[in-house]
């Protein structure tokens, strides 16, 4: 991450889980963000505070038409495995599928990469 990316993190706390009103707060601070620069950024939170959730409800209302794509990150993940996956068909064919991240960049959408912090710091350098 660069410097700019760290600055950039936007923390949505428990209170976004508990309370529509602070739900709003936190899709508002992102919906700013998304209106303001089309950069990267991290939402840091604990599990189940509504990280999500805030950011699909400021997307609704920045990007309406935004097709969204999630990829689950864990602990053995590669560096390969971040832009395409083998797929055997039942003949025992593989083919090399696209990840979230390449079909969201070709297609111009949002990607979320849910459960970053279970990556090596290697396969995101």
């Given at each position: 991450l660069t410097q700019r990316d760290v600055e950039a993190f936007a923390d949505v706390t428990d209170e976004a889980?508990?309370?529509?009103a602070s739900m709003s707060d936190g899709a508002a601070i992102i919906e700013t963000r998304l209106r303001n620069d089309a950069g990267h950024f991290a939402l840091v939170g604990p599990r189940?505070?509504?990280k999500t959730l805030a950011l699909l409800k400021a997307l609704r209302q920045v990007r309406p038409n935004a097709t969204v794509r999630t990829m689950t990150c864990y602990k053995d993940m590669t560096t390969r495995d971040l832009f395409q996956r083998r797929v055997i068909d039942?003949?025992?064919?593989s083919t090399w599928l696209m990840s979230p991240i390449v079909t969201a960049a070709a297609e111009g959408g949002v990607?979320?990469?849910?459960g970053i912090h279970r990556c090596a710091p290697s396969v995101l350098a």
């Open positions: 889980h508990k309370a529509d189940g505070c509504g039942d003949k025992g064919d990607v979320v990469l849910d």
